[in-house]
């Protein structure tokens, strides 16, 4: 048994959607194709300080995680924002931290 399966699928997912979202180059893509409020049709790459293969494997990612999908459109792929999986984990880690906060429970005033 894998130490991670102790705990419930709900923690499960939170922490794999905050998995995917801890590199910094997720963050950008997703920001990117928040800003431009559209699906792109090209290469991110394009856009990033990085190479195309390793904007590939940053993508793959976010698809796999849902939040982003792609649709082959001749050589092209349009790249779109999954709002409905991203306001999924969004209210989950809503309702985690709302628990968190309202515990009361305050062991250092210096934080």
Same mark, same amino acid.
């Given at each position: 048994?894998?130490?991670?399966?102790?705990? +419930?699928?709900?923690?499960?997912?939170?922490?794999?959607?905050?998995?995917?979202? *801890?590199?910094?180059?997720?963050?950008?893509?997703?920001? !990117?194709?928040?800003? /431009?409020?559209?699906? #792109?049709? @090209? &290469?991110?790459? &394009?856009?990033?300080?990085? *190479?195309?293969? /390793?904007?590939?494997?940053?993508?793959?990612?976010?698809? +796999?995680? @849902?939040? #982003?999908?792609?649709?082959? &459109?001749?050589?092209?792929?349009? !790249? =779109?924002?999954?709002?409905?999986?991203?306001?999924? !984990?969004?209210? @989950?880690? *809503?309702?985690?931290?709302?628990? #968190?906060? /309202?515990?009361?429970?305050? =062991? +250092?005033? /210096? =934080?």
């Amino acid at each position: 048994m894998i130490k991670k399966e102790i705990f +419930d699928n709900e923690l499960q997912e939170l922490a794999e959607f905050a998995k995917v979202l *801890s590199h910094p180059a997720r963050l950008a893509i997703l920001k !990117y194709l928040a800003e /431009t409020k559209t699906c #792109i049709s @090209g &290469d991110i790459s &394009d856009r990033l300080p990085l *190479s195309r293969t /390793t904007v590939s494997q940053h993508l793959k990612e976010l698809r +796999d995680m @849902g939040l #982003i999908h792609g649709e082959i &459109d001749g050589l092209k792929v349009n !790249y =779109c924002l999954c709002s409905s999986t991203i306001n999924k !984990y969004l209210d @989950g880690f *809503s309702v985690f931290f709302n628990q #968190i906060k /309202t515990a009361a429970i305050d =062991c +250092d005033t /210096t =934080c």
